[in-house]
């Protein structure tokens, strides 16, 4: 299975909370994320432990210039962005080199696989959750 690792531990709680739904990564990244892919969503360091979050499905793979990137984008990659400026700052801390509006990154969203959710009818019958 393919892993969408995260570098820092600020992320833990937004991903386990379901408030950051997609990572934006610099350079072209489609030969490596696929729509509809499986992926383990994990936190660490390289040649370090790595704590896994949860499993998850590739919704969307979109290329594109930073320029570009919707406040939308640059929300659901962290919740408390929304301007390039706040972007651009954030991958030059991450990757360690200057960041332009005209740079390439690849938007990569996903959605929790959530192993036994409750069904409708069971919600409709207070089954398996909380009584009211």
Known sequence: MQVLNFYSTIFADQLKRGRKTATIRLGDKSHK??????VM??????????????DAVIDQVEVKRVRELT????????????????????????????????????????SQIIVHPPSFTDARLGIGGAQN
């Open 33 to 38: 994320y696929k729509k509809n892919q499986a």
């Open 71 to 110: 406040p939308r984008d640059i929300e659901h990659d962290n919740p408390e962005f929304r301007r390039h400026e706040e972007m651009i700052h954030f991958l030059e801390q991450i990757y360690g080199k200057k960041v332009t509006m005209e740079d390439i990154v690849t938007v990569v969203r996903f």
């Open 41 to 54: 969503v994990t936190i660490g360091y390289q040649h370090s432990p790595r704590e896994k979050i949860f």
